[in-house]
């Protein structure tokens, strides 16, 4: 049985992945990918249409070591990257929130020897015509190639990073103001400090989307500070640029001597929903547990 599988080569949407050669191909050229991603690809791919979680997609991988899960992280971004996804595109893999990842692309299997002997009726049969229309197939490639390298000078990177904008939190008497303050500077300076998330400062002035649209950012974080005697309530809320929605929110309790593990819990409860991870130098309180990410989030708001 496995060496039956080891024969297959699996094909979607113009693309091919070879197991016995280690090759993903598109329309015929290949695509380079390090070991350890055409390995997460080959499992994912061999369990598609399941959900694989993370924890047996790093035993698969990295089956003679301890990783993290950053690793696997790493290689599911280079994994779209080179199939082409965007940001909010779900064509190949898919983040399952709390679970894992699946394979959602429809694929053909193949058996070695047919794919070799397709390729070699296709040679047979090569002649001027079928020069020509090749030439010309080229000729448009490179076109839409020269094309879109122009627009990766001209244009932002497709494949950037989830953006944020942290707004000054509102509050109800002046005497509050530090705490408003010091909430917004703890989320700009914790998950400023994290690689894979932008994070930019907006005024407290503007409305959540005509802060986020001019600053091109995917999503803000608003909120609000009350107090009553001794107790205060902050009410989080992220809000999506793009149509307005609220795609999360959440309200902390806490007394007024605990402000600043107030602002602590907060900011972690923000990384959390992102599923970005503090050093553990800096953060003894992050669990690790695993959250939808922000493109998920607003996904499940949409079902």
Sequence with gaps: MREQIENLVYEFDGFRVDPVRRQLLHNGAPIPLTSKSFDTLLFLIRHSGST???IELMNAVWSDSAVEENNLTQQISALRRALGERPRDHRFIVTVPGRGYSFVAAIDRRAT???IQRVAQTSTFFDAGAFRGYSLAFAQILLIALAFAWSAFTDRDP???QTLAVMNFKVS?????FIGTGISDTLRARLGSVEDLIVRPASVDADEINTGQPMQVDAVVTGSVQRDQDRIRVAVEMVDVSNGRIIWGKT???DAAN???LQDAIAVEVARVLNVRFSSRDWRKNDGSQFASLRAIKERQMV
């Design 252 to 254: 902390f309790d806490e």
């Design 113 to 115: 020897e047919d794919v």
């Design 173 to 177: 008497a002046s005497r509050d103001e």
């Design 52 to 54: 694989v979680s993370k």
């Design 159 to 161: 494949f950037r990073p």
């Design 259 to 261: 402000v600043f593990a």
